[in-house]
């Protein structure tokens, strides 16, 4: 099918010959390369890779993990914060950086869009392409599950089970997580300052009021 059948994509480079009627593919692999190759992301690639083999694997590893550490422990302070995963400080190096909760009483698409509105923190939050696992997770019966299926067909999501993770890079600082924490803090004792609307149909929260003055960033 590779060899012999039509490009997904058609454009510069896929072709032979083109008439009014017919264009002639050329071989493969060209044929399925329409257009101009990323040029840009082939440099970024080589050039984070070679950022990556300066610093080495084995300090980024370290760095991680000593993140993950003070956030699990910076985390236990606050009341009301539900783990999922082991959060015992002698199992740090079995995991990754990433680190999966929920706030009691609270929703984890609100306390995402908390940390991103107030904070200017990057979270998920949500199912996180496991959608079983997820479930499982949070106990989420059989029964459950049919009605909300029934609800996200419906065009519903604003009862869709999940949870927020927060995910560490090479780049990430302890400044950064003492920063999440505080917001954290905060929307624990229901002291953020902005009013969140849900939006039924994508099961987000948007702030009330907040507009992006995108003068400041962009001009031309």
Same mark, same amino acid.
């Given at each position: 099918m590779f060899k012999e059948g039509?490009?997904?994509i058609v454009g510069g480079g896929t072709v032979d010959l083109v008439s009014e009627d017919h264009a002639y593919w050329t071989d493969a692999p060209e044929k399925e390369e329409a257009g101009t190759p990323n040029v840009a992301g082939a440099i970024a690639l080589a050039?984070?890779?070679?950022?990556?083999?300066?610093?080495?694997? !084995?300090q980024i590893v370290e760095h991680e993990a000593a993140l993950t550490r003070y956030a699990l422990q910076r985390l236990k302070e606050i009341?009301?914060?539900?783990?999922?995963?082991?959060?015992? !400080?002698? !199992?740090?190096?079995?995991r990754l950086g990433v680190i999966s909760f929920n706030v009691k009483d609270m929703p984890h698409a609100l306390v995402g869009a908390i940390l991103n509105y107030e904070g200017g923190i990057g979270v998920r939050?949500?199912?996180?392409?496991?959608?079983?696992y997820v479930k499982c997770l949070l106990g989420v019966t059989v029964e459950e599950t049919k009605i909300l299926e029934e609800r996200i067909l419906m065009r519903d999501?604003?009862?869709?089970?999940g949870a927020?993770?927060?995910?560490?890079?090479?780049?990430n600082t302890k400044?950064?997580?003492?920063k999440t924490v505080d917001v954290l803090k905060l929307i624990t004792e229901r002291k953020?300052?902005?009013?969140y609307s849900l939006l039924t149909e994508t099961g987000e929260y948007v702030a009330d009021g907040f507009k992006v003055n995108y003068a400041d960033y962009y001009q031309i």
């Open positions: 039509d490009p997904d050039k984070a890779l070679q950022v990556i083999m300066e610093i080495g694997m !084995e009341p009301g914060i539900i783990f999922y995963g082991s959060v015992r !400080e002698e !199992e740090v190096y079995k939050n949500g199912c996180f392409c496991a959608h079983p999501r604003s009862s869709i089970p927020v993770r927060m995910s560490f890079g090479m780049y400044e950064e997580v003492d953020y300052k902005g009013k």
